[in-house]
């Protein structure tokens, strides 16, 4: 157990939609780093926070967004979804001044119908 | 860019073989590069890493050279146990920013 969480661990859809996914990061953890993981793409580095400010910017959709709140867990909004989308999400987190390592949730697996 | 290229899988070995899983990355600058296991049903677990050329990471029997002359970093352990089973992922960070092979599957038969 990496100590980070992640819910829903599950989500099925429709086409159109827009759901929101939930990460908290470790204890004492100020970075949250959001992945998707698809059997096409592998694993895609979407975006990272630190203490609520955007740091780092991957292969992230315009339909897609997220942000981290003051008690540092994250959230990932995915609006317009589309049967592409389909993946696993992961969430990780790292502890302040490490920017190196990584700690990763169970994910959360996105079917779009 | 930046970017790591990993042999593809599955691998197949009996136990006590030998590992090899190549990984090979293109950067801009001096990355930090790292090994993940990935087990059924898991998140991904950090198995070791390097931060500099000549470092050599180890955990559990696994290691790792970062060769700055040949951009690789290879994964090896001398003796593979069924439990070593999993997707192994080679990736690479700098300027913040992550990115990750494709992913090996490893299979141990007993």
């Known amino acids: 157990d990496s100590g980070v969480t992640q819910t829903p661990k599950h989500l099925i859809t429709a086409t159109g939609q827009r759901v929101t996914l939930r990460c908290s990061p470790r204890?004492?953890?100020?970075?949250v780093y959001w992945y998707q993981q698809s059997l096409d793409q592998g694993l895609q580095f979407l975006i990272q926070?630190?203490?609520?400010?955007?740091?780092a910017k991957g292969n992230i959709l315009e339909r897609f967004s997220a942000q981290q709140f003051p008690d540092l867990h994250s959230e990932l909004n995915l609006s317009s979804l589309e049967l592409g989308d389909s993946a696993l999400y992961f969430c990780?987190?790292?502890?302040?001044?490490?920017?190196?390592?990584?700690?990763f949730g169970p994910g959360t697996r996105l079917t779009v119908l | 860019g930046d970017s790591v290229t990993q042999m593809e899988g599955p691998v197949t070995l009996s136990e006590e073989a030998f590992l090899t899983i190549n990984c090979t990355y293109t950067a801009t600058g001096y990355p930090s590069l790292f090994w993940y296991v990935q087990y059924p049903g898991e998140g991904l677990q950090l198995l070791l890493k390097a931060t500099k050329a000549d470092d050599k990471g180890s955990n559990k029997g696994f290691e790792a050279t970062y060769r700055k002359e040949t951009t690789s970093f290879h994964l090896e352990k001398g003796s593979v146990q069924v439990s070593d089973s999993a997707v192994y992922f080679c990736a690479l960070s700098i300027f913040n920013k992550f990115y990750f092979g494709s992913g090996t599957k490893l299979n141990v038969k007993p």
């Open positions: 926070y630190y203490n609520g400010e955007e740091r």
């Open positions: 990780a987190s790292s502890p302040p001044g490490v920017t190196d390592t990584q700690y």
């Open positions: 204890s004492g953890d100020l970075s």
